[in-house]
């Protein structure tokens, strides 16, 4: 296995630069909203990802026929990156995806994640999800919350990746990927295991500029390993939904268009409603990078409340670590 010590020193400015213009390349043509390159993968998906917990979330509270309603209108208008996890909802956001897939399987790029670290979990998580979602196979599967530091050593220890390049030989897996929101060193730690990753999936908003970030550390180590990066946590996160936008200057638009900015493959976004969908599709079609001027004064209105990570909770403290998580590291769920 490689050093898991990735920097910008592994590649020239004018390189990483070259590698983030082309993260970024879009094509506009006739999906209704921009795609983008999932790194080496060369698969393209919606700059816009439906977050399956959300999804779930919005079925339960307002009812499966509404949730229907959303997900179909996600794909009718390109959103056609999906995202799940065999925890959430305790595996019913993964059953109702199922039934929002019917019939539409081959216009979705279906993404989900194992919970597990060893090789008989990970094998059950598929098993599970490939049930709940009525398919055949995943077109990528991320370890989910890799979120402590011996996490990564486990990946590979403990035989989890193992069954996962076993999975991905049978062909239910077509890629595989990892995600986590607690620090930036895990993800290189990750990246530097040896593998080549489709996907790494970390929070992206305008906070994380300013503490544990990811975008300055973890992309530029994507880009020059072309892994594809899918931002999360957009809004940030704390003791309410939308934590940036409810108690910060910074807009769900600014936040939005912010993380979309950077040489991301796309962004998971929480809907609970189609109008909230909608909103991120107009922001969406036909998207431009903010101007420097724009980012600046994004920057100006959260330095101020984003050193600390009061609204990165998920980085600073355990409350957003799945109880799944917890009690696998020994903690209290």
């Not at 920097?7 to 400015?13: D, F, L, Q, V």
């Not at 213009?21 to 795609?35: C, E, F, L, M, S």
């Not at 100006?300 to 998920?314: I, K, N, S, T």
């Amino acid at each position: 296995m490689s050093d898991s010590r990735i920097t910008h020193g592994t590649i020239s400015s004018a390189g990483l630069g070259a590698l983030a213009a082309q993260a970024v390349a879009q094509d506009d043509a006739g999906r209704g909203i921009p795609t983008r390159r999932l790194g080496h993968t060369g698969e393209q998906v919606s700059i816009l990802c439906v977050g399956g917990a959300h999804l779930g979330r919005a079925a339960q509270d307002d009812g499966e026929t509404q949730a229907l309603r959303l997900a179909h209108a996600a794909v009718d208008n390109g959103v056609f990156f999906w995202d799940n996890a065999w925890a959430y909802h305790d595996g019913y956001a993964e059953e109702f995806m199922g039934k929002a897939l019917k019939g539409r399987r081959d216009k979705v790029f279906l993404m989900t994640k194992n919970s597990g670290r060893d090789y008989g979990f990970s094998a059950k998580c598929l098993e599970d999800s490939l049930r709940r979602m009525q398919t055949d196979y995943i077109d990528l599967w991320q370890f989910h919350e890799t979120n402590y530091d011996n996490d990564p050593d486990w990946v590979f220890e403990r035989g989890g990746f193992k069954f996962a390049l076993e999975a991905q030989k049978a062909g239910k897996l077509r890629y595989l990927g990892f995600t986590g929101h607690k620090h930036p060193r895990i993800h290189l730690k990750m990246l530097g295991k040896g593998y080549d990753w489709a996907s790494s999936q970390m929070p992206i908003n305008p906070m994380d500029y300013f503490y544990r970030s990811f975008q300055k550390e973890v992309v530029p180590a994507c880009l020059a390993k072309d892994v594809g990066v899918i931002g999360m946590k957009c809004l940030g996160g704390g003791p309410r939904e939308a934590e940036i936008p409810s108690q910060t200057k910074v807009t769900a638009a600014m936040c939005v268009r912010w993380a979309l900015s950077l040489p991301v493959s796309s962004i998971v976004r929480g809907y609970l409603t189609i109008d909230q969908l909608m909103e991120d599709v107009e922001i969406a079609r036909g998207f431009r990078p903010l101007s420097n001027e724009e980012r600046e004064e994004i920057l100006a209105l959260a330095e101020p409340v984003a050193g600390d990570g009061r609204h990165e909770h998920f980085k600073s403290t355990q409350r957003y670590d799945h109880p799944l998580y917890r009690r696998m590291h020994g903690f209290a769920a």
